[in-house]
């Protein structure tokens, strides 16, 4: 799973070159992303750094750091913080495929499905 590690380690890099070369050494070819601020799925991996720079260069100093990861048949849900330079902190929940390996498809939720 280091490539999933790898992949949201990529959203606190401050230099762009490393940020890329950490995404699309993370992800396959025909990568897939969503997640509620993206308004269609995000296809290749080169739409994707540019979707995570925009976060990088809008939040600096954030980060995303895994935080706990689960696998059922190929599938992680893996939860995630989201620091922000300010300190405030948010949860995110991913579903991604494959679970080891170049991840293919990844859908993101706000929060972490607990009830409220």
């Known amino acids: 799973m280091a490539e999933i590690d790898d992949f949201f380690a990529a959203w606190g890099m401050a230099d762009a070159t490393d940020r890329n070369a950490a995404i699309q050494g993370s992800v396959a070819g025909d990568v897939v992303y969503a997640d509620p601020r993206t308004d269609a799925p995000i296809q290749g991996p080169d739409a994707l750094a540019a979707y995570v ?42 579903f991604i495929s494959p679970a080891d390996g170049p991840i293919a498809r990844m859908t993101g939720f706000a929060g972490t499905g607990a009830p409220e």
């Open 53 to 94: 720079g925009m976060f990088t260069d809008a939040s600096p100093g954030a980060t995303a750091t895994v935080v706990k990861t689960e696998t059922i048949q190929g599938t992680a849900r893996v939860t995630v913080a989201f620091r922000m330079g300010n300190g405030m902190e948010q949860f995110g929940q991913y």
